[in-house]
């Protein structure tokens, strides 16, 4: 059964049994990482990831406050 289960739901498995374990058990395990530090580490790895992948594509000069500043004026104009 436990080989079927997804990384996620593993975590969680881990997690379960952690607690349902005596205190003095539970000194010699290094506990698991929760899931949502899990997801939340794994997304910003994809993040970083896809920022570094991204960067190769942009100019070197590239300034996206400057970017952002000219789209908001050919959008909106003088709305303001």
């Known amino acids: 059964m436990m080989n079927g289960l997804s990384e ?3 975590l969680f498995l881990i997690e379960i049994l952690h ?3 005596p205190q003095s058990a539970k000194v010699n395990i290094v ?3 929760s899931i949502q530090e899990s997801r939340g580490i794994q997304a ?3 993040l970083d990831a896809a920022r570094a ?5 942009l100019s070197d000069d590239f ?3 400057r970017e952002l500043e000219e789209a908001r004026a050919e ?3 003088n709305f303001g």
């Not at 992948?53 to 594509?57: A, D, K, L, S, V």
């Open 8 to 10: 996620d739901n593993m």
């Open 31 to 33: 506990a698991a990482p």
């Open 53 to 57: 992948e991204i960067r190769q594509y």
């Open 44 to 46: 910003f790895r994809k």
């Open 19 to 21: 607690r349902l374990m």
């Open 75 to 77: 959008r909106y104009g």
């Open 63 to 65: 300034d996206p406050k």
